[in-house]
């Protein structure tokens, strides 16, 4: 599968040519549009350097079926807030998996969805179910922007933050509408929330509301016993999970599991994952879920377990319960381990930060925190991509007569330039090509299944 050197630099364009569509050639089972067999890179990484590789459970080896998972997690959420105190009615209020998309920022002051690109410019802006004039926003937000690291922005990072989002949008419509219930419209609290008689209700008081329930039904409430309960209907198995760990340490890589979960959680999601009574590739076998991993790391609590970490302990398997005492020795194959931090990790297995690649779903608390803290090398899982790249592919039309407006644009920004050239034809106005721009923009976003457009769109 290798050529020398001298062979490499005595290939003709031609011959070269030839020997990479011979191999293309050879992939029948990978189309040009299969994008679920497709990784992206934004820099080199040398596989041949990478020694150990972990793994988050929660939306990276484990993929959670949505809408249904979502859903759930949603209803468990309203009947939370019900139980302490907010008004029945939101019960009624059916969940929407068309509208939410994952990265928001929420605004805790005026009570915003915001949809930003990474420098904090807003593409869009949603109070409730409402989308926000432009006036508006630039009322709110002088020049559309706002600091994503301001105390006053949560960011809706995951996939786990998608029924969270619906639930601030259900509850700043809901508010908002209610006729007992007026918009708070002068004083320092201008905007800011809804009173009724004495009682105000800020939007940030609801955002707290709903972080606390949201970690709450996760923590302490039915949603994991209830997923456990019926997990072919809320998690989704895939054969080829097993044979790809197996294949990984039959490399020679270590393969770890770091995850935030608990252990009997983890324990009884991994084996519905990995233990199948048969699988498909010779030598397999049904083997046991913790054959696959080298290290198992429960409770880690990133993004903490990058930094300063927590008590490292050994679980009792027999009880589920945690051994007394922090575990200081080697970590070993087959044992279970709870908490710790990466730099335990590195220490206690003799690995270095280079030599690991982790695979999280979290961009915040998976990547990165593990980059930045301990610079180890990151894997970005986003399931997302898959449609997006779809649509994009059918939206090329609309992209391209874009580009074709943004050439024009900048002919005529560039008028009294002596080395423009000239075609002859009369160009159309300035504002025509603008409103045209801005009009294919919207088009496109308008192509996404969801609401708020694409995920990865980034400019204005």
Not at 187 to 192: E, F, L, N, S, V
Not at 337 to 362: E, M, N, P, R, W
Not at 406 to 425: A, C, Q, R, T
């Amino acid at each position: 599968y290798s050529l020398s050197w001298a062979m490499a630099e005595g290939l003709s364009d031609e011959k070269l040519q030839q020997l990479v569509d011979s191999y293309r050639g050879s992939q029948s089972d990978t189309s040009e549009s299969d994008y679920d067999a497709r990784i992206y890179a934004n820099r080199s990484l040398s596989m041949d350097r990478i020694t150990y590789i972990g793994f988050d459970m929660d939306y990276t080896l484990v993929a959670y079926k949505s809408p249904e998972y979502e859903q759930l997690a949603y209803e468990f959420a309203v009947e939370r807030l019900v139980s302490i105190g907010y008004p029945k009615e939101l019960a009624s209020i059916k969940y929407d998996p068309t509208f939410s998309v994952r990265g928001l920022f929420f605004d805790k002051v005026y009570g915003n969805l915001l949809k930003c690109d990474p420098y904090g410019n807003i593409l869009s802006c949603f109070h409730g179910f409402n989308c926000c004039s432009t006036q508006k926003i630039r009322a709110l937000y002088p020049n559309k922007y706002i600091q994503p690291l301001d105390h006053r922005i949560e960011i809706l990072y995951t996939l786990f933050n998608l029924p969270e989002t619906f639930l601030l949008a259900v509850l700043v419509d809901f508010f908002d509408n209610q006729p007992e219930y007026k918009k708070i419209e002068d004083g320092p609290d201008k905007d800011k929330g809804v009173k009724c008689g004495d009682v105000e209700i800020s939007y940030w008081m609801i955002q707290q509301d709903v972080r606390r329930t949201v970690d709450w039904i996760h923590n302490e409430g039915k949603l994991k016993e209830r997923t456990l309960q019926n997990l072919e209907k809320y998690v989704n198995r895939d054969k080829r999970l097993p044979k790809m760990l197996h294949q990984l340490r039959q490399t020679g890589k270590k393969v770890f599991l770091a995850t935030n979960s608990g252990y009997e959680y983890t324990m009884r999601l991994l084996k519905y994952m990995l233990e199948f009574p048969e699988c498909d590739e010779p030598g397999l076998g049904p083997l046991q879920w913790k054959s696959y991993f080298d290290y198992l790391i429960t409770d880690a609590n990133k993004p903490l377990f990058f930094t300063e970490g927590s008590i490292l302990r050994e679980v009792d398997e027999d009880t589920h319960s945690l051994k007394l005492g922090v575990f200081t020795g080697v970590l070993q194959p087959g044992r279970v381990y709870s908490g710790g931090s990466s730099s335990a990790f590195c220490k206690y297995t003799g690995a270095h930060g280079k030599q690991i690649l982790y695979v999280g779903d979290h961009i915040f608390g998976d990547v990165i925190k593990a980059k930045i803290e301990q610079a180890w090398r990151t894997f970005l899982v986003v399931p997302e991509l898959t449609e997006e790249t779809h649509v994009w592919e059918s939206i090329q039309p609309l992209y391209q007569r874009q580009q074709n407006f943004e050439y024009i644009l900048s002919l005529m920004n560039k008028k009294n330039d002596e080395n423009v050239p000239s075609s002859g034809l009369p160009l159309p106005d300035l504002e025509s090509i603008r409103k045209a721009i801005k009009e294919i923009v919207l088009k496109m976003e308008e192509s996404y299944p969801r609401r708020l457009g694409s995920l990865l769109r980034c400019g204005s």
